[in-house]
Each structure stands twice: as structure tokens, then as C-alpha cells.
């Protein structure tokens, strides 16, 4: 079921799945706007992701998370939302818009991550995964938790963006979202 509140769609999903990607072809293919919550942190606080929690501690950085939620839901609307892969914990995720969990499997994400030509910069740029072990027991933790958050699961381990992406233009086509 979709979720037209706000008609905002919200990309949620581990760390390195594609969300951003995915978000920014969709943005390109509808031709509506769209933002990243992690992007939106990093100009508020006016330093990266990894400095904030480095400095800060993740306690601090989900706050951050949470203010930003707030202002979603009452700020924007029509738009194509990418998050941090903790985001889908705060409170109103479902007041912002039509939740759209992208899966894979904890393999399939790391195969992405390594196979791109900025590998290393993306790991780098993920605190929560550096430890590969530590990783795999926060993807494991989280899984059902994200499915359980979805308005509307999509599998896209193996798939083209392409492919993902017409599927989800189609999706808002048919829902008139
Ligand atoms: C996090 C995911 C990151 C970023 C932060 C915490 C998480 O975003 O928000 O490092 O808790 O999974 P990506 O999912 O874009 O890597």
C-alpha cells in the first residue's frame, strides 16, 4: 500500500544498498525533487558524517536524525527522499511519506561497495562499517525491521538501476502518487 501523505517518497535501507543512487535516477526519471537526510546533517552541522560521530558520538548524530524528521513531515512535500540507513528509526517515519525499503543481502551490499571505482572513499565514509563483523550483525538486527517499516519492499540485489527505477516510476504512475 502506498502511503500519498505528503506524497513524498523515502528511500530506507543498510548502508551502501543504494539508496542515494537509486534516489537520484528516480529524481532524474520523475523529474520531482529530491534530498538526502545524511546531506541535510552534514549542512546543518557544516562538517561529514564520520566527523560528527567521530567528535559527537552516534547518540548526537541521531538526534540530528530525529530534527530532521521533524522537519520533513511538516516542511516537504512531492519529494524523493534518500536517508541514512539508521534513519528509519525515528518516530514519524510514516507521517513523512510512502516508505520504500530497498533489499538485498548483506553480501550483495558489500559486492556493491567493492565493485564501485570509489570503493575505498565509501567505506571510508561509513563509520558503522568499518568492522565488517560489527556490520553484519547490525544488517542481521535490522532486516526485519526495516521490512516491517515498508509501505513497499523492493528486491534490487542483482538489478539494474534501470530496471529498479522504471518498476518504481511505474509504481507512482498507477497509485497516482
Ligand atoms: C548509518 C548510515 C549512514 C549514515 C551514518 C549512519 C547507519 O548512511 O547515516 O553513517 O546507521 O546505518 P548510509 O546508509 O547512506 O551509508
Excluded: C
Aim: aromatic letters at 8%; hydrophobic letters at 40%; charged letters at 30%.
Amino acid at each position: 500500500m502506498l502511503n500519498p501523505k505528503n506524497h513524498n517518497i523515502v528511500f530506507i535501507g543498510f548502508m551502501g544498498v543504494g539508496k542515494g543512487t537509486i534516489a537520484r535516477a528516480l529524481i532524474q526519471k520523475t523529474k520531482r525533487m529530491g534530498l538526502d537526510t545524511d546531506d541535510l546533517i552534514e549542512s546543518m552541522e557544516n562538517r561529514k558524517i564520520k566527523m560528527i560521530f567521530e567528535t559527537e558520538g552516534e547518540a548526537y548524530f541521531r538526534k540530528l536524525e530525529k530534527k530532521t524528521a521533524k522537519w520533513l513531515e511538516k516542511s516537504v512535500k512531492n519529494a524523493i527522499i534518500s536517508t541514512g540507513g539508521g534513519f528509519f528509526k525515528v518516530a514519524n517515519l510514516e507521517k513523512i511519506g510512502t516508505v520504500v525499503y530497498l533489499k538485498s543481502s548483506f553480501e550483495g551490499i558489500l559486492k556493491r561497495l567493492q565493485e564501485h571505482e570509489n570503493a575505498e572513499l565509501k567505506l571510508a565514509k561509513r563509520p558503522l562499517l568499518t568492522d565488517f563483523t560489527k556490520a553484519k550483525a547490525l544488517f542481521n538486527e535490522r532486516a526485519p525491521l526495516y521490512e516491517a517499516k515498508a509501505d513497499v519492499i523492493i528486491d534490487v540485489e542483482n538489478r539494474k538501476i534501470k530496471e529498479i527505477v522504471n518498476d518504481l516510476a511505474t509504481l507512482l504512475k498507477t497509485n497516482k502518487h
